[in-house]
């Protein structure tokens, strides 16, 4: 290979890249349809659009953390969206709130995301401990944002069944 | 970065990592219930979860041409799982004709890419020319992979719903 860290820097650039594109598809999901059609369940007696998104908001917010960049903005949607599924809460922030959240939310990732370095995306993430790094280096955090863009793909697939 | 090539390939590493563990979700999946399971929808007027492992099989089997790695093995589900949706054909493989399938492909795709080098993750895939490739290098073949990857984890999303 003619340059290595060019490699490096190029596959860390896809990965953000396939977030990213995932990220969108979810905006563009929610901007498809009248409001009052993400208050439907994705299929019968499971989760609601609309709880998916604030669901998606509480797992991606706690990048900020998981990745060393900061607290969480939106802390306590854990006990709406994370700790419970759905319809256990009685009222919902309403989908236009949940949107600026969502909106808030990808601009600070965007942020931190373009100015990290190739050593900090392959450095642990915060949940892992510097001994246990050490034994399994593939724990990084390039592996979270693997994983939370493939946790945006997963929920996609559901709220694509939904009949608006 | 001490050692860029170490990197550029324990990213690689990291990201077949990934497609092999919801490769495997997938698998887990088939085997936790009675095969009558299976037949239902996921959800009301969808796919049924046999239909979603023949896609499966059909979408990661195109992997095989598209990265040069030869030709499809199961070709003839293309027109059963790829060109139409489900119930559009009266009769579909069995169950276990597909859990076997999705079994020799898997063992297919894993040999070929425990062999493949950094560079050839690098290069181009082959529904992209040259010449584009030239313009967009990202267009390679690991990201048909973060692409593949997501799309198992997309169909996930679906699996999990069905009222086994």
Redesign the interface.
């Known amino acids: ?1 003619e340059n ?2 060019t ?2 820097n ?6 953000i ?2 977030w990213a594109d ?1 990220n969108k598809a979810v905006t563009v999901f929610f901007n498809k349809y009248d409001d009052s059609a993400y208050l439907k369940e ?5 989760s609601r659009a609309i709880y998916l998104l604030g669901h998606l908001i509480a797992v991606n917010d706690g990048m900020l953390p998981l990745l060393g960049l900061g607290e969480k903005i939106f802390p306590e949607f854990d006990a709406i969206f994370l700790s419970v599924p759905d319809k256990s809460v009685a009222d919902l922030p309403s989908l236009t709130e949940l949107k600026q959240c969502w909106e808030k939310l990808n601009a600070t990732l965007a942020n931190h995301f373009n100015k990290m370095t ?2 900090e995306w ?1 450095d642990r993430h915060m949940s892992v401990s510097p001994e246990d790094f050490k034994l399994d ?2 724990r ?1 955090k ?2 979270v944002l ?2 939370r ?3 945006q ?6 709220l694509y ?1 939904l ?1 608006a």
């Not at 994705?42 to 499971?46: F, I, L």
């Not at 793909?153 to 559901?158: A, F, R, T, V």
């Open positions: 290979m290595n860290q490699s490096t190029q596959i860390i650039k896809q990965i890249n396939y995932r994705v299929a019968q007696n499971r190739a050593d392959l280096p593939l990084n390039l592996n693997i994983n863009t493939n946790h793909s997963y929920h996609l697939g559901q069944l009949n």
